[in-house]
């Protein structure tokens, strides 16, 4: 049985760990988080109302789930190294350069079992995907498009009212939501990225956008009926259930706490008249190793789906959806369908396609074997893929083409 300790019990926090618990592979044995209802979520652990006074003990536990905010990464990452626990690290790693390199020195001195919590590696339908492509079904990939629909409501959650509205709060979108879009093109080539350009911005969640009628908060607004990003829309049908987004509101899941959440807490507000400043929309062109070439979409203006992928080898293709896979055979001109639909969808409140778990189980693997292969990407690996975003953001930012060399964007 594999003990854990849990840094971070909010939504993330407590999703990697409610699947390890069910797995019946591991027990919650400490938790560390500054709200008594967080740390309530596990109520046979020894509670802690700050992480450090879990790291000033002896080692508690086999290993620790960090999920702290962002910015709050690299000093528990370094610290529970240091004592020898195995570490699941949520995504982003940190929001510089240097933090993100500061934990993967520590990783790699203490010998310990680390993964980032990349979970687009982990599921069926990249295993079957990267399998294909291993088997050289499509020759050589030449080129990749890939859209990262992020969803309107999930946009209007995450990035305009919730905690990654700011990139002085958190840090900008590429890193918080789309470096596991650029670990996966990364997992799929297996190449590094040597070049990189980017466009973007924020263009619609702005105050010149906000209708004449609307008020500050979608509770007392006469333009809120017609509008896509009401937050009585997207919040009041979850009402009554444990579920994300909700959670992230209130403790008081009723149709009551809800309400109240959205009367006086963040996420009542209008979408045109928040403080928030990362972008809404953004395309990222990446030149790998041996030129395949990839154009990437991060869009929050879409239904809330799966990635959609197309890839383009010199001896077929492949339509990916996120639950089927279509290749397209130049040789035969035959097309087949390789079904990979598990249970939830692409979003965090479906688990991810099964990443979530599938990720959970391969770290407890790694945990109770000490054998490091159930883990899909090395702590080096996962630095490259952050250090592609910060490449795109510096490209989207100047104008200009930035090079990747020798693992430093310049």
């Not at 996966?184 to 009628?213: M, Y």
């Not at 309400?259 to 990362?278: K, Q």
């Amino acid at each position: 049985m594999v003990t854990i300790a849990v840094v971070g019990a909010g939504s993330r926090g407590t999703s990697y760990a409610g699947h390890a618990v069910e797995s019946g592979r591991a027990r919650v044995v400490a938790v560390a988080d500054p709200l008594d209802s967080r740390r309530g979520r596990f109520p046979d652990a020894v509670p802690y109302a700050d992480w450090r006074e879990l790291a000033a003990l002896p080692r508690q536990a086999d290993a620790v789930i960090i999920a702290t905010q962002d910015r709050d990464h690299v000093e528990p990452a370094v610290r529970f190294a240091e004592l020898g626990y195995d570490i699941l690290l949520e995504k982003p790693m940190a929001v510089s350069e240097d933090d993100c390199r500061s934990i993967v020195a520590a990783a790699e001195r203490s010998g310990a079992v680390f993964a980032v919590c990349h979970v687009l590696r982990y599921t069926p339908y990249t295993r079957a995907l990267k399998a294909l492509l291993d088997d050289g079904r499509i020759g050589e990939i030449v080129s990749i498009q890939h859209l990262e629909p992020v969803g309107w409501w999930h946009q209007a959650h995450s990035y305009v009212r919730g905690n990654w509205r700011r990139a002085d709060e958190s840090t900008f979108m590429l890193l918080a939501k789309s470096c596991h879009d650029l670990d996966w093109l990364v997992h799929l080539t297996g190449r590094q990225v040597t070049r990189v350009s980017s466009f973007g911005g924020l263009k619609h969640f702005r105050p010149e956008n906000r209708p004449g009628a609307a008020a500050e908060r979608c509770l007392d607004c006469s333009a809120e009926p017609g509008c896509p990003y009401s937050a009585k829309r997207i919040y009041l049908p979850l009402a009554g259930k444990r579920v994300w987004p909700l959670t992230v509101l209130t403790d008081d899941v009723s149709e009551q706490g809800v309400l109240e959440a959205l009367r006086t807490g963040p996420y009542g507000r209008c979408v045109y008249d928040c403080d928030n400043d990362v972008v809404d929309h953004q395309v990222v062109n990446l030149e790998f190793e041996g030129g395949t070439t990839v154009s990437f979409t991060m869009t929050g203006f879409t239904p809330a789906l799966h990635r959609q992928t197309r890839i383009f080898g010199t001896h077929g293709s492949i339509d990916g959806d996120g639950d089927r896979l279509t290749v397209h055979d130049f040789v035969t001109g035959r097309s087949s369908v390789v079904d990979t639909r598990v249970s939830g969808d692409g979003t965090a409140r479906g688990g991810h396609g099964g990443g979530d778990e599938a990720l959970v189980e391969a770290f407890l693997t790694a945990v109770a074997t000490r054998e490091r292969a159930p883990i899909l990407s090395s702590p080096a690996e996962s630095l490259h893929s952050h250090l592609i975003a910060w490449a795109a953001e510096r490209s989207r930012l100047t104008g200009q083409t930035v090079t990747l060399e020798e693992g430093t964007p310049r």
